[in-house]
């Protein structure tokens, strides 16, 4: 059984940091890809930023240069630094990996919230 449970996510204000952290336990073998989603009041889950096995990173255009995503593969954790943020911002953020290319899985998400 595979989970992923998030950390990091609290009330910061504008142009504050967070560093948002994801531990993976359970059976991890052939993880593809690792990433970030989030999903703000009343609107869809998006993209966030990913990290391929070969550590090939994405980032949405909105976070590019704020955002920075990296992974520590014996510590099994995907961690996502952000710095400079804004109020649009504020959503749920989710940890997925992707294993043997169609198996997707979340943790449950943490709250992000960014006062103006």
């Known amino acids: 059984q595979v989970q992923l449970v998030e950390s990091g996510g609290g009330l910061v204000q504008a142009g504050g940091s967070l560093r948002l952290s994801c531990v993976v336990s359970?059976?991890?073998?052939?993880?593809?890809?690792m990433g970030w989603y989030r999903q703000a009041p009343g609107k869809q889950r998006e993209l966030v930023a990913t990290?391929?096995?070969?550590?090939?990173?994405n980032y949405a255009d909105s976070v590019k240069g704020r955002f920075t995503i990296s992974r520590d593969i014996a510590k099994k954790t995907v961690d996502l630094q952000m710095k400079s943020l804004n109020p649009e911002d504020t959503a749920t953020y989710y940890c997925?990996?992707?294993?043997?290319?169609?198996?997707?899985?979340w943790g449950n998400g943490t709250l992000v919230t960014v006062s103006s």
């Open positions: 990290i391929t096995s070969g550590g090939s990173t």
């Open positions: 359970g059976s991890i073998f052939s993880i593809n890809d």
């Open positions: 997925r990996i992707v294993r043997y290319g169609s198996m997707i899985y």
